[in-house]
């Protein structure tokens, strides 16, 4: 075992990344995109199309309670400049919008970063490449492993539908996409893992997000469905999976006894992407 008690999992999946990272390393298996990489994955689109995976969000926008809401506030907009006689040179009056903007990171689209999930009690309090709270975690975010360190991502993306392969709109509440599943719909779609690559699961929770989240029934009535720690465990140990995604709030089902996201960011430094537009369906246009 390592400082942060990982085993031959973590060792099994670096070696087959052909990783050998030191303790002080804070962007986990993005560390195996390089240029040969990014440059093998340009390589693949044909038509020069792009797929936005991104939601809108706002104040009406789904979220986790323990989650801050978004709120855009206009700063000195053109009539309070006037009236407070705050004024540029310029004949025809110039003035402008400014707003600042009141959100949580986890909030609507977004990668998680390898210190978002801590485990251990007290003192042993850490997240990835055991990073510990005592040291490292501050009130203005994490001082190590933050997601300000990782790279940009280009890598080949896999979208596994499994909302698709089970003929549904959307997989029910608290469904378990087991390792099995994966790999039948992987069948399905006649598509191959490869070590390297960035996995979308999709559960079609996403699909409902509309405009921008504001239907809290229907999205919670769905978000729950995700996968189990045998999948997170498959596709990282067995396919060498280096970030994991879905079209929900959390990308493990819930309830579940031990947390796959624990087990994606803490022990693998597996990134997680969370909430990408449903909109996007197999078979996927050529891109």
């Given at each position: 075992m390592n ?8 060792l ?5 990344l052909?990783?050998?990272l030191g303790?002080e390393d ?5 560390n195996?995109?390089t240029?040969?990489?990014v440059m093998?994955a ?10 936005d ?7 009406r926008s789904f979220?986790?309670a323990g989650?801050?809401?978004?709120e855009v ?6 009539q309070g400049?006037?009236i407070?006689?705050d004024d ?5 009056d110039?003035?402008?919008h400014?707003?600042?903007i009141f ?10 970063g ?5 485990v251990?009690?007290g ?7 055991g990073f ?8 203005f975010?994490?001082l190590?492993a ?5 790279p940009p991502?280009i890598?080949?993306?896999?979208l ?8 549904v709109?959307?997989?029910?509440a608290?469904?378990e996409i087991?390792?099995?599943e994966?790999?039948q ?8 893992l490869r ?7 999709r ?9 921008t989240?504001?239907?809290y029934?229907?999205l919670a ?8 720690l045998?999948s997170?465990?498959?596709l990282v140990?067995?396919c060498?999976?280096?970030l994991v995604?879905s ?11 031990e ?7 803490v022990e693998?430094?597996?990134p ?8 996007w ?5 050529s891109?």
């Open positions: 400082r942060a008690g990982v085993g031959d999992g973590r099994a999946e670096r070696q087959r052909g990783l050998d303790p804070e962007i986990g298996t993005l195996a995109i240029p040969a990489t093998a340009l390589q693949l689109a044909k038509n020069g199309r792009t797929a995976l991104g939601v809108m969000v706002d104040r979220r986790w989650h801050a809401p978004t506030m206009t700063y000195r907009p053109p400049e006037r407070a006689k540029v040179a310029g004949a025809n110039p003035r402008w400014s707003t600042p959100t949580c990171d986890k909030v609507g689209t977004h990668v998680d390898l210190g978002h999930v801590t251990g009690r003192d042993d309090t850490h997240w990835y490449n510990r709270e005592q040291h490292h975690g501050s009130d975010g994490v190590k933050g997601a300000k360190k990782f991502i890598a080949r993306g896999i596994i539908d499994v909302a698709a392969f089970k003929q709109d959307a997989l029910p608290h469904y087991t390792p099995e994966l790999q719909t992987l069948d399905w779609e006649k598509i191959e070590v390297g690559d960035v996995v979308l699961v559960t079609g929770t996403g699909w409902f997000w509309g405009e989240g504001a239907d029934e229907y009535s769905h978000d729950t469905a995700g996968i189990t045998g997170a465990k498959w140990e067995q060498g999976s280096i995604g079209d929900t709030s959390t990308v493990e089902v819930v309830p579940y006894k947390s796959a996201r624990a087990y994606l960011l693998q430094g597996v997680l992407d969370r909430w990408q537009q449903g909109a369906r197999h078979p996927l246009p891109l």
